[in-house]
Every structure is written in structure tokens, then in C-alpha cells.
T-cell receptor, first 117, second 114 residues
């Protein structure tokens, strides 16, 4: 079945550094990918919608310059947390839209636990 | 803007009971609706996906229904088990602001008591 690979699964970084998270669709092409953030004991919050070959659409309140999203190919989207701060520590999840065979479905990565010290 | 609401926020039931989780959405122009399960500290597990043209989907003890016109979906769990304890999320995929968007509800935290 369709698989979305999200890497890394866990990352610890120091304040001020940047961290890149990758989201790959392994056996389908994803023209649209979504990035989510989840705070402890909270639901998922959509950060941005990433469309291949165009700029990402960010949700209100999400800083574009801090959370850089690149969707350069049909199988890869990346989220870069720039100049990370401890408050950026969170669980980040990506999902990819699969429209293979006329069936519209979403597949999720396993998430990335980011800890900023 | 699409809003997704899940009721109740938390639910505790004894083992063996049948239960229903509710999800409502404000904009009925959706592509599909999906139910997920999330265990503490883990990612999402997709349970059932209902396309906009469908009324329900079944998988094992789970049955999800969709009434697009009223903006509602339910997830029915039969003969609940302690292993069903988790947070259940529903999400709708729709076209908004010129692109496809996915919105989640806040989830229902289910506890099944042995």
C-alpha cells in the first residue's frame, strides 16, 4: 500500500539552529502535501498546504519565514524550522494526498518529535 | 472557513459496549472524510475513509457514516475493547482558498474500562 516516509522521527537541536524535516511519498505522486503541528494533549493544527511547484499556503498565525516549506518534486516536501527556539518543540506530522486510480485519499507520515534545547 | 467539531471531547465506557463518536463540519462541499486513531505520543492510523459520494464504510468492528448534506459523520465502534482506548480524530478534505485543504477536529479521547 501507499506509504509516506517522514524523516527524522526524532531530533534534538540547540536554540538558534535550523532543522529540516522530510516527507516522501514512496509509491505515489503527491501534488499536495500538508504539514501539521501537534502540541501536547492537543489536536493537530494545520500549518500549511504544500503544492508541488508553487508556494505553500500558510495558515493564519504561522510564520512563513520561520517554517520554510519546499515541495520541489511530486514525491518530496520539506519543512525547515529556522532559528529554532524551545517553543518550537512539538510533534510535526506530514500527509500526502494520493489520487491514484481516481480514489482520493491521504497518507500520513509517522511524525517527527522536535526538541529544542 | 471549514470548521470541524467532534463531540464528545472525552468518553469512558465499560468493555463490551457499543459506542458512537460524532463529527460535524460546516462546509458540505468536501472531497472526503477520514477517521483516524492516535495513540499517545504516536502518529496517526487511518481507520476509515469515506468519499463524498459514499454514505458509509465498514472495517471490522468499525462503521463510519457520512451525511454530507447535514455536515455530519459518525464512527460506530461495536463491542468495545480496552485496546480501542485512544484519541479518535476526524478530518475533512475540501477545496478552500484556491487549494485543497484538510481540517481536523479536536478529537474524542476514548477510554474503554476492562
Amino acid at each position: 500500500g501507499a506509504v509516506v516516509s517522514q524523516h527524522p522521527s526524532r531530533v534534538i537541536c540547540k536554540s538558534g539552529t535550523s532543522v529540516k524535516i522530510e516527507c516522501r511519498s514512496l509509491d505515489f505522486q503527491a501534488t499536495t502535501m500538508f504539514w501539521y503541528r501537534q502540541f501536547p494533549k492537543k489536536s493537530l493544527m494545520l500549518m500549511a498546504t504544500s503544492n508541488e511547484g508553487s508556494k505553500a499556503t500558510y495558515e493564519q498565525g504561522v510564520e512563513k519565514d520561520k517554517f520554510l516549506i519546499n515541495h520541489a518534486s511530486l514525491t518530496l516536501s520539506t519543512l525547515t524550522v529556522t532559528s529554532a527556539h524551545p517553543e518550537d518543540s512539538s510533534f510535526y506530522i506530514c500527509s500526502a494526498r494520493d489520487r491514484t486510480g481516481g480514489v482520493d485519499s491521504l497518507h500520513f507520515g509517522n511524525g517527527t518529535r522536535l526538541t529544542v534545547t | 472557513k471549514q470548521e470541524v467539531t467532534q463531540i464528545p471531547a472525552a468518553l469512558s465506557v465499560p468493555e463490551g459496549e457499543n459506542l458512537v463518536l460524532n463529527c460535524s463540519f460546516t462546509d458540505s462541499a468536501i472531497y472526503n472524510l477520514q477517521w483516524f486513531r492516535q495513540d499517545p505520543g504516536k502518529g496517526l492510523t487511518s481507520l476509515l475513509l469515506i468519499q463524498s459520494s459514499q454514505r458509509e464504510q465498514t472495517s471490522g468492528r468499525l462503521n463510519a457514516s457520512l451525511d454530507k448534506s447535514s455536515g455530519r459523520s459518525t464512527l460506530y465502534i461495536a463491542a468495545s475493547q480496552p485496546g480501542d482506548s485512544a484519541t479518535y480524530l476526524c478530518a475533512v478534505l475540501y477545496s478552500g482558498a484556491g487549494s485543497y485543504q484538510l481540517t481536523f477536529g479536536k478529537g474524542t479521547k476514548l477510554s474503554v474500562i476492562p
